[in-house]
């Protein structure tokens, strides 16, 4: 069985998560999805919608989705790869070379995003402010 991650916040879903998701499933037969809690997205100055146990029921009714994890800080992901024995690491465009190091231990893809969406977008549309 080929087993994918991918980390995020998953906040304000939309459908640029579904399709960042569907295509990291088609890489595997298993996708991990790691969310960020609530105290490390206040570590990255981040200030989620939706708590992270609604975020997590969300993803977790996803069809692409078989499992989702915490993630709780920056040096996780390598602890991650070896617990969930994953083959592949997946992660958008904007993060390129930032995970490389994990090359040691599994694949490692990024992906672009998909146009015209994110929660950044939504948040300035809604709220003229993206920090809101």
């Given amino acids: 069985m080929k087993r994918v991650i991918t980390y995020g916040t ?5 459908y640029g998560h579904i399709e960042l998701l569907r295509r990291a499933r088609e890489m595997g037969d298993y996708l991990v999805v790691a969310l960020s809690t609530d105290e ?3 570590v990255k100055n981040k200030k989620s919608y939706y708590n992270y ?5 969300m993803l977790e009714s996803i ?3 078989d499992l989702v994890i915490p993630e709780g800080g920056w040096g996780q992901k390598e602890i991650d790869v070896d617990r969930y024995e994953i083959d592949t690491f997946v992660m958008g465009h904007d993060w390129e070379g930032e995970f490389d190091f994990l090359k040691e231990k599994c694949e490692v893809i990024y992906l672009n ?3 015209g969406i ?3 977008k939504i948040k300035k549309e809604l709220y003229g ?4």
């Fill in 118 to 120: 994110s929660t950044t």
């Fill in 63 to 65: 069809r692409y989705v």
């Fill in 40 to 42: 490390f997205n206040r």
């Fill in 53 to 57: 146990e609604q975020r997590k029921m």
């Fill in 113 to 115: 995003r998909t146009e």
């Fill in 10 to 14: 998953y906040d304000l879903l939309h």
């Fill in 129 to 132: 402010d993206a920090e809101k």
